[in-house]
């Protein structure tokens, strides 16, 4: 039994178990042992397998039993072995007694195609970490590999990502080994090498030499300052761990020492460590004590966010000294020097004239302010929408505007609207404020736009379709209709557009027509129709008819059939149809004359009709007369048995006018075999009388193939010294074979042995068939000049190039070396190298070898020599120009610098001179200096800078500032944009500029006071500043027509101006202390039942009430701004 893996059904597995014959029945119990060989057990315990019993009826000796069922074949099932034991199904015991003799079979299932579905075992490796010095690339890496095992016996690396020794990027890189057995199962080893940088390496400390200090005897101390030593790392960082002494610390009489640590981000420390020793004289002598320094506090400065640093002014330390003699020495940074932002140490050093020096250090504290408002997203915000005709407005959702600083943070101050609010119909602006947390604030405005939309097409009066009639094959017709019309809501509906209009042409077929109408909210209405061209047709066809027919029969003949071509007919629709004939050809007609009519109809059904004849009468006996042809002769090539043969044909008249082809043997472009063929050709009149016509074609077969000659290899070459003649040449004659079996020589140019001179001389041999056909071959006998003298060499010297120090070379020009040789051609055979071609720098050895036709070669040898010379100048490092300032009494500075440096290709460079050192007194004004450097090549480069002493400037611009300003804005705006003229500045340097500003012209001022400040500043850093008040009160509209009025009054310089207010307009001011503070003098408001005044200063301003309306008007103010008022007849006084 084949039972196929993953199989379905069940297959049942059989046994056959048979005994000796016997007359009595017989059961026996089956059980089956999975995976246990019982052969050579004497017994086996109770197994666990499902029990079988077999039974043999009397007299039957075998049977078949099924011992297990196989319901699905599994991998797990492939190589089991199964054991079945008969015995007796009672026995006597818990044990099964096998005796000898007893039966039992195995039954094993086997793979005839086994499929192995086991992928390899992998012995992987864990995971790789390797240390490699910091900033170091990666390393390479060596490893062992992994391995694996499968039940093949086979288990190869199918990929690996990585391989032992191959080169690892810093990090982790992940490596897969895939392996693979015969079957293809994998399974793969998956690990990671892992390149951890590691930094052992402790920071560079750049420490400072140890420091003495002399104090006077009766000194416990002094103040030491110092330039703190300083510390790099090749991580990029490292700090200052500790230190056991700063600059400014007082250190006692004796040797302190000072301590400084260093730690870099992995932990490596690194020291610097000197001493301080403060030592005293045996008395107070004058030089041995340092200068005393009066030294300043620290500084600090601001400057706007991200600018970096700015130029800071302070008052520099001094120093005194008991010489009487005291000089500044070095100084880091001096006023107006730029600082970055951040704390800056500065250390003014002071000596002097015995060299005792005394130092001063303070720092400088440069902070960044933001003073930039935030910057807004305030593009595209504009929110457009639309309500019904006469609607109030909407709820609108909108985007709401987003902002950011360079602080990081910007928040809402305010805004007029919040997403979702109700919005009225038209055009509402919607104004943000933000803010950063330095009060810088920025506004955005948009519009939300609400527009009352009319959603109501017109109403259409449209038209029904339209058909017209024209003639067929008319292109069309021009069409009139009443257009249709249209009303609408609004009042207003025209035509928008019109595919066509009234008296146009309107081609065959039907055409569309749309007009569109719209109303003046763009609602659009149409109305479709169709124009329909029909072509009509009632033109008959046009027949082409055919003449009556007559037909001669024998005179006891009662007819014949009559054949003819059939009448046609055409249509100017193109379609024409044969609705009936009332004879077809092939018909029989009797003899008499018989009427034949045809009808034709086009698709319209209009007909035509063609009627002739058919006339029979009595027999004609007159067989055709015939013009036979002479004999035909062709010919053809031998053996090719026959061919094609053309000839013009014989033909026929006949006295009935008609006479046809009736039978023919063969025709023009017939296959006429070689040798004579008889041709007949039998006509026929319609009588039927007959004709003949025989003929003969003669076909010969004639021999045209030339003679095959056997010409390959026949050509001959000798040689013979240059300048001979010839020389007698044997060679091998042709041969040649002909279809006809002999092919002879006709002709020959030469014969073996002949003398040939030098050079190539053809030999033609031809051959000649029994037909004449020939054959002609040729060949050639060549003899050689043959040459072995070498060419004449015309060579060239070496050549030596000189190109600039470190050059890998350079390209070399020469004239190429010639040859001549006695055959009067030489060329370069070959050429180690061209003009031209990049020499790198040392001894090229260049060879040219030259050789004549023959093939003899002569050579030349030359060498290239590039030398490398110096003639670069070094590379200096020079330094920017330096200024210094001085008070305007001095004469001048003593000047550090860090000295210009010098590289050079050579690697030594060294100073030759320099104009001016270090620590060199420099007067007012400038002065160049000069250092000059030289390599070993004696080339010099030059640093050339300028020292420039110049006078300080410490005052500050002029400023012009202005008066506060006062601006009035409707009450709730919430404030205003206020112009006003901006302050000014001068300097007495001629230039001064506005460094900053809090506000400017036109910017949005919110409702109150809000201080503004300018401030300018000239080259040297002087500032003045400038702040005035911007004052924006919110009003009533009559407060700011009573404002308007005393501005007025003022610019105008007058004292009377007649204005119309009405008295209750009078009422509506909502404030009249603020109104008062205007001017500070007394303000009176009279109001009478005939005119109101009110005086400001000296101004009179007369306010006619054209209601007529007295005191008692007024009382609905409010009594709050009755306060210091009273009433007093008609008058209203207020303070």
């Known amino acids: 039994m084949t039972v196929t893996e993953g199989d379905a059904g069940q297959k049942s597995v059989a046994i056959q178990v048979c005994r000796q014959p016997s007359s009595e029945a017989v059961t026996l119990a089956v ?59 009672q026995p006597s015991s818990s044990m099964i007694h096998i005796v000898s003799g007893h039966s039992q079979t195995t039954i094993t299932i086997t793979d005839d195609d086994p499929v192995d579905n086991i992928p390899p075992v992998v012995s992987c490796i864990n995971d790789i970490t390797r240390e490699i010095p910091l900033n170091s690339f990666g390393v390479a890496v060596d490893f062992t590999e992994p391995t694996a095992t499968d039940n093949s016996g086979t288990a190869s690396v199918l990929s690996a990502t990585r391989r032992p020794g191959q080169f690892f990027q810093t990090g982790t890189t992940t490596v897969t080994y895939i392996f693979a057995d015969p079957s293809g199962n994998t399974a793969d080893c998956v690990f990671d090498i892992i390149v951890v940088e590691v930094d052992d390496t402790p920071p560079d400390v750049t420490c400072i030499q140890d420091i003495t200090r002399i104090v006077t005897i009766d000194s416990t101390g002094i103040t030491v ?97 008991d010489s009487g003699v005291v000089s500044l020495q070095q100084r880091t940074h001096g006023p107006g020097t730029f600082f970055s932002s951040g704390v800056t140490q500065v250390t003014y050093i002071f000596v002097d004239p015995a060299g005792n020096t005394a130092e001063c250090t303070f720092r400088v504290n440069v902070t960044e302010i933001d003073e930039v408002p935030p910057v807004i997203a305030c593009v595209g915000l504009d929110v457009s929408g639309t309500i019904p005709l006469n609607g109030f407005g909407t709820a609108v959702q909108f985007r709401e505007p987003t902002a950011t600083d360079n602080s990081g943070t910007a928040n809402v101050q305010s805004r007029t609207h919040t997403p979702g609010q109700f919005f009225q119909s038209g055009t509402t602006q919607v104004t943000y404020v933000f803010i950063d947390p330095s009060g810088n604030t920025a506004e955005c405005s948009f519009n939300i736009i609400i527009t009352e939309v009319d959603n109501i097409p017109p109403v259409v009066s449209c038209i029904n379709d339209i058909t017209r009639e024209i003639p067929l094959n008319s292109f069309g017709v021009a069409v009139d209709f009443t257009e249709p019309t249209a009303t609408d809501n609004s009042g207003t509906a025209s035509v928008l557009s019109a595919t066509r209009r009234p008296g146009q042409f309107f081609q065959t077929g039907t055409t569309t027509v749309t007009y569109i109408f719209a109303d003046p909210s763009g609602n659009t209405a149409d109305c479709v129709f169709d124009i329909i061209v029909v072509e009509v047709d009632d033109t008959p066809p046009d027949v082409t008819c055919i003449q009556d027919i007559t037909r001669i029969v024998t005179i006891d003949s009662t007819g014949i059939t009559v ?27 009797s003899q008499g004359t018989t009427q034949v009519t045809y009808i034709f109809v086009d698709p319209s059904g209009n007909n035509a009709f063609c009627i002739f004849t058919v006339t029979v009468t009595t027999e004609d006996n007159v067989p055709p007369v015939v013009s036979c042809i002479p004999d035909v002769a062709d010919t053809t090539p031998l053996g090719t048995g026959g061919r094609l043969v053309f000839f013009t044909e014989p033909t026929a008249t006949d006295d009935s006018g008609v006479v046809s082809l009736q039978q023919r043997t063969h025709g023009p472009g017939t296959f006429f075999s070689s040798g004579v063929t008889q041709v007949t050709y039998i006509f026929v009149d319609p009588a039927g009388n007959t004709a003949e016509c025989t003929f003969r074609v003669n076909v010969t077969e004639i021999d045209e193939v030339p003679p095959v000659i056997a010409c390959v290899g026949l050509d001959v070459s000798g040689t013979i010294p240059l300048n001979g003649f010839g020389t007698a040449v044997q060679f091998r004659e042709p041969t040649a074979t002909d279809n006809s079996g002999t092919a ?47 060419p004449v060499v015309s060579c060239i010297n070496d050549i030596t190039r000189e190109i600039p120090l470190n050059s890998f070379g350079v390209a070399v020009d020469f004239t190429e070396p010639t040859a001549t040789d006695n055959s009067g051609t030489a060329s370069v055979l070959s050429a180690t190298r061209r003009p031209g071609q990049f020499f790198q720098t040392g001894t090229t050895t ?74 060199d007194f420099f007067s007012q004004g400038t002065t160049q200096v000069t250092y000059i450097f030289v390599d070993p090549s004696g080339n010099n480069a030059f640093c050339i800078f300028t020292v420039t002493v110049t006078t300080e400037d410490n005052v500050p611009p002029v400023v012009s500032c202005i008066p506060d300003v006062a601006d009035t804005t409707p ?69 700011i027509q009573l404002m308007d009025i005393i501005d007025t009054i003022t610019r105008e310089n007058t004292t009377t101006k007649e204005v119309v207010l009405a008295s209750e307009r009078i009422a509506e001011i909502s404030d009249f202390e603020d109104f008062l503070e205007e001017d500070p003098q007394r303000i009176e408001l009279v109001i009478s039942s005939l005119e109101s005044v009110v005086r400001a200063g000296e101004a009179s301003i007369k306010v006619t009430d054209p209601a007529v309306r007295t005191i008692d008007n007024l009382m609905n103010l409010d009594r709050d701004i009755l306060e210091d008022g009273m009433i007093e007849g008609g008058r209203l006084w207020l303070r």
């Open 31 to 89: 059980y089956t042992v999975a995976d246990y060989a019982v052969e050579g057990s004497d017994f086996v315990g109770i197994p666990n397998s499902p029990r079988g019993d077999v039974t043999l009826s009397a007299g039957q000796t075998c049977t078949s039993v099924n011992v297990f069922v196989i319901s699905d074949m599994t991998p797990e099932m492939i190589s089991k072995t199964f054991v079945f034991i008969m015995y007796d199904p």
């Open 225 to 321: 300052f110092w330039t703190e030593p300083t510390a790099a790392d090749n991580s990029g960082v490292v700090s200052l761990q500790s230190r056991s002494h700063a600059p400014g610390d007082f250190f006692s009489q004796g040797t302190t020492q000072v301590t400084y640590i260093f730690v870099d981000p992995s932990g490596n420390n690194a020291f610097c460590i000197f001493t301080v020793t403060v030592t005293t004289g045996m008395c107070t002598i004058i030089g041995q004590r340092p200068p005393v320094v009066s030294c300043i506090p620290d500084v600090a400065d601001t400057t706007p966010l991200g600018t970096g640093g700015r130029l800071v002014f302070f008052t520099e330390p001094t120093a005194t000294d």
């Open 563 to 589: 054949f003819w071509t059939e009448p046609t007919a055409a249509d100017n629709s193109g379609v024409v149809s044969l609705q009936s004939r009332s004879h077809a050809p092939g018909d029989f007609f």
């Open 744 to 790: 002879n020589v006709q002709s020959r140019t030469h014969t073996p042995g002949q003398f040939f001179q030098s050079g190539t001389t053809q030999v033609t041999y031809v051959f000649i068939d029994p037909s004449g056909n020939t054959a002609e071959c040729s060949f050639n006998i060549i003899i050689t000049e043959v040459d072995n003298i070498p």
């Open 846 to 919: 260049v060879t040219y070898i030259f050789a004549d036709p023959s093939g003899n070669t002569a050579d030349c040898v030359f060498d290239i020599i590039v030398v490398e010379v110096d003639d670069t100048p070094p590379d200096v490092t020079c330094i920017q120009d330096i200024t210094r300032i001085v008070t305007i009494d001095s004469t001048g500075i003593t000047v550090f610098w860090t000295e210009p440096t010098a590289a050079d290709n050579s690697g030594v460079v060294s100073l030759q001179s320099r104009s001016h050192a270090p620590g």
């Open 971 to 1039: 009450l709730g705006t919430g404030g205003r944009l206020v112009f006003f003229t901006e302050p000014t500045a001068t300097d007495d340097s001629g230039v001064v500029s506005l460094q900053q500003r809090t506000h400017g012209p036109g910017t949005f001022f919110s409702s109150g006071v809000t201080q503004v400040t300018y401030i300018f500043v000239d080259p040297a850093g002087n500032t003045a500043e400038c702040t005035f008040r911007v004052n924006v009160t919110e009003t009533t509209e009559l407060e």
